[in-house]
């Protein structure tokens, strides 16, 4: 299953989040990435430009660059020592003279993937008929993904925390809106409240969520409450988040802006990367105070979010018996998808799986 969900899905027709602008803000600067297995040169060139590469050498294969993140002045394989520049073109192949007649070396240059960017996020696409992005990503999303991006995508790096889950991917993306009052403990313990809110299921499995998150009161549980204080955003949007189909989950909650860049290893596995951010125009307080919440309450150690983890893992596990998974919470037709959603509902991901169900060729039993 998970080779045609790599053929259909992840090599197919849809747009993946392979990173963002911020993360190689200099000339030289890259990173290197994973789309299912194929890997991923991400490199800001002497032209400003970011441009997305096969992270492989044009001659033999060979991967070109291993570390995960860092500044070149060009890129060399270390197998034949063929050098790239930062804009992908092949500058130097030692023994030129004896290859083959038809050699050119202005061909050999590094492969580009197709990508685009939406307010600094990067996305990729290896699809022959992939949407383009804005048709792709649906009316529904863009304001929320504007707003969680900080308004004009003019971010700042602040770092990562990087995770190995033994999940499927597909267990990983189907957390909703029902459970979080439920599983997770830091909620109750602070009696934190969420408001007015809502959910969308927008084109190609994509969803977004925005609810009110109250301020929370000092009930003693903290040392220090500004730990969990509004700074800079409006307890109005105090959540926002934006799912686009199939791994990449995006979140602002309270001051922070975590954008997590997932890559489906195997049937068994799923890694992501939590990457946190902030704005550039934060002054020194501001910003200080987004690098605390970011340490302490989003990711896999989260105060908020740490049982995430454990019941993705549950998830796998569980669903390996010979039974059944349905959806409750928020269900009005056993045919037809939900109009109107709760942002507590469950049924937002139903969309998704009904989008996978296309992707994947696989017929629905009565249903449309």
Known sequence: MFEKELENIFYGDCWHVVGHVAEVPNVGDFKTFDLGRVPLLISRGKDGQVRVFYNSCTHRGNQVEVSASGNRKEFECPYHRWLFSLEGALTACPGSKEFAPDFKQENFGLLEVKSAQFLGLILVTMGKNTPPLAEWMGEEVTSTLSALLGGDGRLKLLGYQKVSYNVDWK??????????PMLHAGFRMLNWQ???????????????????????????????????????????????????????????????????????????????HYAYFAHEDDDEELLQHRIRQSSNLLGPCGMISMEDAAIFRRIFIGNKTPGVAEFQKGVT????????????????????????????????????
């Open 171 to 180: 267990g990983y993306n189907d957390n909703d809106g029902y459970h979080a």
């Open 333 to 368: 037709s056993f045919t037809e998808l939900p109009a109107d959603l709760k942002q507590n509902d469950e049924t937002g991901n139903l969309g998704r799986w009904e989008h996978y169900r296309k992707l994947m060729g696989f017929k629905r039993e009565g249903g449309k």
């Open 194 to 272: 969420g408001g007015k809110g809502f959910q969308r299921m927008a084109a190609n499995g994509n969803l977004v969520f925005e609810a009110e998150l109250k301020p929370a009161q000092d009930n003693g549980f903290l040392k220090d409450p500004s730990l969990i204080a509004f700074k800079g955003s409006d307890p109005a949007r105090g959540s926002m988040i934006v799912q686009l189909y199939p791994t990449t989950v995006m979140v602002k909650h309270l001051d922070m802006i975590n954008l997590r860049f997932a890559i489906a290893r195997s049937e068994e596995e799923t890694e992501v």
